[in-house]
């Protein structure tokens, strides 16, 4: 059996129709778009959860690429709709990953969808991979000359690589150094748990050779 992680900030029986949070990756948790639980205070209820394979869900490392499949995540969002009993009316807003799932949900026109809100979501990955390999080649030489080789050795996971992909995040992922913690939280846990993520994305943000 499967188990999806939630919660919900606020309560479900305002009037108003609550909002699910669809965290990026895919893989990275609820913990960096945690903030929106904020949006309770407007009375609305604020659901966050963790989809499968992060965070405090199933985590099903042994899975593999024929696996992680957008229907997949759509299914458990559909789930988590049901047994939430929002079908009568709810929001949906989703961030990087979450919003290109968001849309791929929206399209199939679910019950009870009253919008969506996509936030910082790449419209084409060929299009995020031209820009990163853009960004990338700003970097210093010698940063450039460490990710190139153990890409090419397919040493991703050693702490050189690691530094140097940390270089390139602290320029473009995220500016404000150290991490927030809830950011520093959501790079520890896909560190610790990285199947979905480097399955479907790579193992990083401009390495994209995932599915």
Same mark, same amino acid.
């Given at each position: 059996?499967?188990e999806?992680w939630?919660?919900?900030?606020?309560?479900?029986d305002?009037?108003k129709?609550?909002?699910?949070i669809?965290?990026?990756?895919?893989?990275a948790?609820?913990?960096?778009?945690?903030a929106?639980? @904020?949006?309770? !205070?407007? *009375?609305?209820? /604020?659901?966050?959860?963790?989809?499968? #394979?992060c965070?405090?869900?199933?985590l099903?490392?042994?899975?593999g690429?024929?696996?992680?499949?957008?229907r997949?995540?759509?299914d458990e969002?559909?789930?988590?709709?049901?047994? @939430?009993g929002? !079908?009568? *009316?709810?929001? /949906?807003?989703?961030?990087?990953?979450? #919003?290109?799932?968001?849309a791929e949900?929206?399209?199939?026109?679910?019950?009870?969808?009253?919008?969506?809100?996509?936030a910082?979501?790449?419209?084409?990955?060929?299009?995020?991979?031209?820009?990163?390999?853009r960004?990338?080649a700003?970097l210093?030489?010698d940063?450039?000359e460490?990710?190139t080789?153990?890409e090419?050795?397919?040493?991703?996971?050693?702490?050189?690589?690691?530094?140097?992909t940390?270089?390139?995040?602290e320029?473009?992922?995220?500016r404000?150094?150290p991490?927030?913690?809830?950011?520093?939280?959501?790079?520890?846990?896909?560190?610790?748990?990285?199947?979905?993520?480097?399955v479907?994305?790579g193992?990083?943000e401009?390495h994209?050779?995932?599915?």
């Open positions: 059996d499967y999806t939630y919660r919900v900030s606020g309560e479900l305002t009037g129709a609550p909002v699910v669809l965290h990026g990756g895919p893989g948790a609820h913990n960096y778009v945690d929106y639980k @904020l949006l309770a !205070r407007t *009375g609305r209820a /604020v659901i966050h959860y963790d989809q499968l #394979g965070g405090n869900s199933t099903l490392p042994d899975r690429a024929d696996f992680w499949t957008p997949l995540f759509i969002l559909e789930n988590l709709v049901d047994h @939430l929002i !079908r009568g *009316g709810f929001h /949906v807003l989703g961030q990087s990953w979450g #919003g290109m799932l968001g949900y929206g399209v199939t026109r679910p019950r009870g969808l009253k919008s969506l809100t996509i910082n979501s790449p419209a084409s990955m060929k299009l995020w991979v031209e820009e990163a390999s960004l990338r700003d210093p030489s940063v450039q460490t990710l080789r153990h090419q050795a397919g040493t991703t996971d050693h702490p050189d690589y690691q530094a140097a940390i270089v390139f995040y320029r473009h992922v995220c404000v150094v991490f927030p913690p809830e950011v520093a939280e959501t790079f520890a846990q896909v560190v610790r748990n990285p199947t979905v993520y480097n479907m994305n193992p990083n401009f994209v050779i995932g599915t």
